[in-house]
T-cell receptor
Framework: GAVVSQHPSWVICKSGTSVKIECRSLDFQATTMFWYRQFPKQSLMLMATSNEGSKATYEQGVEKDKFLINHASLTLSTLTVTSAHPEDSSFYIC????????????FGPGTRLTVL | GNSVTQMEGPVTLSEEAFLTINCTYTATGYPSLFWYVQYPGEGLQLLLKATKADDKGSNKGFEATYRKETTSFHLEKGSVQVSDSAVYFCALINSGNTGKLIFGQGTTLQVKP
């Protein structure tokens, strides 16, 4: 199957700093990438939908100025957590969708963010 | 709207026991249905899928049948192993092909030797 990578796999930062997480589709072009947030022992919460070359669409309750998403190419989307605080600590997962008839999303391995 | 409901966990089984994790859905149109598995500290892996009614998805001994009449997609495995311990998510994509997945809340499976 298709491969999606995330970088970094984990990051620890101080409160007030910004953190950038990259999501790459390695062997296919992703028309759409999704960013999820997952709290311990909970399901995935969709944060935003990112389409190449256009502004991301954020889910209700997600602060667009806090979580900046850039989808610069068909293989790369980035999520920047700006001025991170301890409550932003979470597991962030991206997925890539090629828009084929299979309707399949391919998930990255996730990034564990810990804000001290 | 679209939604997915899974049975609450955790489900604890002994090795070689039979597994069923129930999943029902509400959707407009004809969604595609998926089961994903998440091992501790990792992202999601697609386990199996079905794209139309009566399709059976299968992989690694797991099976699920798309039942339109009961709006269900229950996950089954005849004989679980300790290595199957993980969180299982049922999900759907609506027929609009937007790619937006709707997840169930996840069911934790613990298999004891």
């Amino acid at each position: 199957g298709a491969v999606v990578s995330q970088h970094p796999s984990w990051v620890i930062c101080k409160s007030g700093t910004s953190v950038k997480i990259e999501c790459r589709s390695l062997d296919f072009q992703a028309t759409t990438m999704f960013w999820y947030r997952q709290f311990p022992k909970q399901s995935l919460m969709l944060m935003a939908t990112s389409n190449e070359g256009s502004k991301a669409t954020y889910e209700q309750g997600v602060e667009k100025d806090k979580f900046l998403i850039n989808h610069a190419s068909l293989t790369l989307s980035t999520l920047t957590v700006t001025s991170a605080h301890p409550e932003d600590s979470s597991f962030y997962i991206c997925s890539a969708f090629s828009g084929t008839a299979n309707n399949e999303q391919f998930f990255g391995p996730g990034t564990r963010l810990t804000v001290l | 709207g679209n939604s997915v409901t899974q049975m609450e966990g955790p489900v604890t089984l002994s090795e070689e026991a039979f597994l069923t994790i129930n999943c029902t859905y509400t959707a407009t149109g004809y969604p595609s249905l998926f089961w994903y598995v998440q091992y501790p500290g990792e992202g999601l892996q697609l386990l199996l899928k079905a794209t139309k009614a009566d399709d059976k998805g299968s992989n690694k001994g797991f099976e699920a049948t798309y039942r339109k009449e009961t709006t269900s997609f229950h996950l089954e495995k005849g004989s679980v192993q300790v290595s199957d311990s993980a969180v299982y998510f049922c999900a759907l994509i609506n027929s609009g092909n937007t790619g937006k997945l709707i997840f169930g809340q996840g069911t934790t499976l613990q298999v004891k030797p």
